[in-house]
């Protein structure tokens, strides 16, 4: 048997081992706690069947409590210093690969054909690098890699916007992008003092699973995502006024627009922050019908 990586003590020593210190750029605060990395992999349900797919492993801390109840590990660390260590720390297991490349440049569908093709259950869990968490999450959800779910730490307040539900303050375009395709829950909270070094926010575990079923079936997901993106850009504003900064003042398409709205049953003077991601859906087809 072995020290877990994730205490202070261990911690310390392997970065003193290394002459290493925490690259605040790449949003380096490692976990010296290890049980909230065990709740992490309980939200996780990783088991034998389970792949999972690790953001950052840093100095192994998650990686080690993963690879314990996955049946695979596959983790990307943009870091080159990290990789001795990793090397050392992770020796005892058989069952991870660590791919030394920044997750915003892996080729997802490569990545797929080459390590995922034959795997029961694809999980993404990750303490991710804050200053990339949601371009991270965005790129994992448009690859349309079969993933079954993600259990993510990030900041606190992205949590929220993530799973927020609407007419709450936290609910915007971001809210709709992950749960269009995802069911998202806060977790559990997480106290700065289980990092080392502690950063300057809160954080959380958020937890998004496959959704069962689509609400509706959006024929045209760019104009979707274009209409979401536009029905905030002024909170206060009506979505009428919204639309009309989007797609123009022209009397024929402000006519499109509004009969569009009609058929889907959508008054123009609502908020879009009160719109359920159902009802954009529904906006976004009567739009398309309406040729706009
Ligand atoms: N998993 C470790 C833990 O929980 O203690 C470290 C988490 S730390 C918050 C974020 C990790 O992501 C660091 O190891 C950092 O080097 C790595 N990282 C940052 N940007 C990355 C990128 N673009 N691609 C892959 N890894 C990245």
New binding site residues.
Partial sequence: THKDI?TPNRTKEILRTYGLSA?KS??????IDTNI?RNIVEAGEVSDRTTVI??????????EQLAKQAGNVIA????DR?LPVLADTLSPYDNIEIIH????NVDLEAFYASHLKDAKEIVVV?????Y?TTPIIIRFLESQLPIDRMVL?MQKEVASRLSAQPSTKAYGSLSIAVQYYMDAEVAFTVPKTVFMPQPNVDSAIIRLSRKATMGIDVKDEELFFTLTRAAFVQRRKTLWNNLQVAFGKKQTVKEKMSEALTSAGIDPKRRGETLSIEEFGRMSNAFSAAGL
């Fill in positions: 994730a690259k790449l949003g380096q605060n490692f976990i990395l690790e953001v950052g492993p840093g100095i192994g801390a998650l990686t990307f660390e943009i870091d990290l490349e920044d997750i915003l990750a303490n991710l690098p804050y990339i730490m």
